[in-house]
């Protein structure tokens, strides 16, 4: 019984090595860093950490949980502002937008979370369902009272994110910033018709 209890003990510290390790060369260098390195860096074995993970889809998954909530949790409370009647839509907007490109730039981990609003539509994992929940609710607000342009979608602004230059310098962010924020605009006369965008 006591083999037992340590044996237990045992996995969950290797499991908390390997999330930990993974976090952080996620967040230095990104998806492409290979689980060989993560299990390096945890003091791990590779199958150890295949038994606790095994995928390396199900080990980025698990090691992104907090910067899944983290991007919920800041989308949330720009809608929560909005709610309050502390600022508009827009300002909430543009803000948001701002934080997502320069914490995406310093951390990659989180540059992968909010990547996953554009690639998965199905929003598997609940903190990303609250993010586009609060971002859809934010758009919708922007455009009733008249700041943003009708014709933009939430998918308009995650493929706009998800094309953002994270790893340019922030001069060249905030350049990139202000000509994308300028295109949601509502005074902006026309919408480009997808139908007739280059290659179709």
Known sequence: MAQDRTLRADAVRNR???LES?????????????TDAIARAAGVAAGTLYRHFPSKSDLISAALQGSLERLAEITEASWARVEREQSSAMEEFRALAATYVHTSA???AFRLTADRLTEDHRFSEGQLQRA???GRRLVERAQQDGDMHPDVTIDDIYLLLHSAPVDAPLATRNRWLALMLAGFDAERREWPDASE????
């Open 22 to 34: 993974a976090r952080e060369l996620i967040t230095r260098h990104g998806a492409d860093v290979s």
């Open 16 to 18: 908390a090595k390997i």
């Open 132 to 134: 586009a929940d609060a």
């Open 197 to 200: 965008r280059p290659g179709r």
């Open 106 to 108: 310093q951390d990659h």
